[in-house]
């Protein structure tokens, strides 16, 4: 695997629009642009929607478990039950889908029915034992007061706002139509206020941008609430996040082993066995020279030693690259101190263990440094390395870094994002820092796990 050092980042550098990661730049700060953006009117249209949808779930829910659990007493009870958080299911999928349009929230879609069997019984078995059905439930039950709250709040504040701003343009209505001379602030039987002077007028307006400006950010407040009643109660569980994410993992760790078996066959086949039936070729042709020319068999002899001390090395290489024995022997210090030896710049080891980790967290750890360094022997271009491994609790931390070009980035398909997939199936972290022109930093955070014997 290679990592790709030296990359350049396209920069659209156009005046005032864009910075240095690609993101639009914008000339007026968030306050005050806030209530004219997509977004914020998006928010907005949720939460008004959020009443009548949050209604209709509402009756729909309470009115159909109401009538299933009347029925209980009768075999009807449990169809209505079931079509009743079939029914809840369905508006998860819709509020999924509504958040995802207006909130720009992206949750999965939770796990389905487990149904192990065919027919009626069966499906409605596994609609009742599902949690996400009950969950579906629990929604129904809990957004329509919250929908109420978040619906009187927003349309308040948004009127006020906006009317107040605008009132500048619409209090001449009052003293034509109205026979007032504006709005009326306060008012008893003797005395009234109005907002009808230049004054008045002005500060009105100034009150009613104070209101727009911070109408977006309480709609943004309310609709947090609302993300995480989806997020929570409509996606899937925890526990099937991490079933999905096992099961990734294991495809990870099997393609990893067969791509490590093809390699290690592919060497074998194209590197010592290749030398070695040269050298049994060799020899049998020493062999038959040896009585009628002793001179050229002697030099053959000598070919074959030669022969013999290359594939001695390949297969030492091999068996390193495989499990190195003075892993297993030493621990990672030593190993990791003989492969900087063997990196083309000087190599800075610094490993703080006071304990050794587990043997396969150790093979990670000792098989990420060392790819790490043959990529800053290949493609880093520097002339300084480090490396340091040390221990925060429950976790090992491992360190590289070098002074080269950088420009290595994990999402670009290089031999990072391997490597990354490899941690990532032993609930490690890989974090890559290599801004172009260097320095590089790269961190792998891999999970402590003792179980060697005492």
């Known amino acids: 695997m290679a990592m790709e050092y030296g990359q350049e980042y396209s920069l659209d550098s156009g005046p005032g629009f864009r910075g240095s990661t690609g993101e639009r730049r914008h000339r007026l700060p968030a306050g005050l642009r806030a209530p004219f953006e997509a977004r914020s009117w998006r928010e907005f249209g949720y939460v008004l929607l959020s009443l009548p949808i949050s209604i209709v779930l509402f009756t729909f829910a309470v009115t159909m478990v109401s009538l299933g659990a009347g029925l209980l007493v009768t075999f009807l009870g449990v169809p209505v039950l079931a079509a009743a958080l079939a029914g809840c299911r369905g508006f998860g999928a819709l509020e999924r889908i509504r958040a995802r349009g207006l909130l720009s929230l992206e949750v999965a879609d939770p796990e389905p029915p487990r149904i192990r069997k065919r027919g009626a019984l069966a499906w409605m078995g596994a609609v009742l034992k599902s949690g996400t059905s009950w969950r579906a439930l629990l929604y129904a039950l809990l957004h329509l007061p919250w929908a109420v709250v978040s619906f009187g709040i927003t349309v308040a504040v948004w009127t006020w706002g906006w009317a107040m701003l605008t009132y500048p343009l619409w209090f001449w209505v009052f003293p034509v139509y109205a026979g007032q001379d504006g709005l009326q602030l306060y008012g008893d039987e003797t005395h009234r206020i109005y907002l009808d002077n230049p004054f008045e007028i002005t500060v009105t307006a100034l009150v009613g941008l104070l209101f727009t400006l911070a109408a977006p950010w309480i709609v943004r407040a309310l609709t947090l609430v609302d993300r995480l009643m989806v997020h929570g109660l409509l996606g899937p569980s ?4 991490r079933v999905v994410e096992l099961e990734s993992d294991r495809g990870v760790v099997v393609d990893t082993a067969a791509a490590d078996l093809r390699r290690i066959e592919r060497d074998l086949h194209d590197g010592a066995q290749a030398r070695l039936v040269t050298l049994a070729m060799d020899l049998g042709l020493a062999k ?41 022997d030493r621990g990672l210090d030593a190993a990791l101190s003989s492969v900087a030896s063997r990196c083309t710049v000087p190599v800075r080891m610094e490993v703080d263990l006071a304990e050794r980790p587990a043997p396969a967290i150790e093979g990670i750890a000792y098989f990420t440094v060392s790819e790490l360094l043959q990529n800053i022997s290949k493609h880093a ?43 990532d199936a032993v609930d490690g972290i890989l974090v890559v820092d290599s801004p172009a022109g260097g320095p590089t930093r790269i961190t792998a955070e891999l999970p402590w796990r003792s179980d060697r014997p005492a």
């Open 238 to 241: 925890r526990l099937a996040t």
């Open 288 to 328: 038959e020279k040896l009585r009628e020319d002793p001179r050229e068999a002697a030099r053959m002899v000598d070919e074959a030693h030669g022969e013999v001390k290359t594939a001695l090395q390949e297969l030492r290489d091999l068996a390193r690259g495989i499990h190195p024995a003075v892993l297993t």
């Open 381 to 423: 271009r520097a002339t300084y390395a480090a490396v340091e491994v040390w221990r925060v609790e429950n976790r090992l931390m491992l360190q590289v870094t070098d002074n080269g070009v950088g420009g290595a980035d994990a999402s670009a398909g290089s031999g990072l994002a391997g490597l990354a997939e490899r941690l």
